[in-house]
């Protein structure tokens, strides 16, 4: 079983930027494919970005297609969310996730991934 730590969240005005962390553990991270997700209140949650392990492949939804940057350090075990120009509609609580992966392919479906981070609080402020 993965575990997986979030970090980075937080107050931002908007059109600041925020980086989100997951670091990795129990399993072998340069085999993940990893994504983060988000859930805002009432909502369902929803796709945000991913990276497959194979050749560092990306995804993103088209709410932060050009807003976002998701990367991996494997070195770290760690994978990261850059977001910038962040919107108030940006505001939920952000998880990251893990699965065996699809090899070159991000995996972009909550149900390709088996395991959760607990989630960290993005709230922008207008």
């Known amino acids: 079983q993965v575990q997986l730590v979030e970090s980075g969240g937080g107050l931002v005005q908007a059109g600041g930027s925020l980086r989100l962390s997951c670091a990795a553990s129990?399993?072998?991270?340069?085999?993940?494919?990893m994504g983060w997700f988000r859930q805002a209140p009432g909502k369902e949650r929803e796709f945000v970005a991913a990276?497959?392990?194979?050749?560092?492949?990306?995804s993103y939804d088209d709410s932060v297609k050009g807003r976002c940057t998701i990367s991996r350090d494997n070195a770290k075990n760690t994978v990261y969310l850059q977001m910038n120009s962040l919107k108030p509609e940006d505001t939920a609580v952000y998880y990251c996730a893990a699965g065996a992966g699809w090899g070159a392919t991000p995996m972009t479906r909550t149900y390709a991934y088996d395991n959760w981070g607990q989630g960290t609080q993005v709230t922008v402020s207008s």
């Open positions: 990276i497959s392990w194979s050749e560092g492949n990306t």
């Open positions: 129990g399993g072998t991270f340069n085999r993940l494919a």
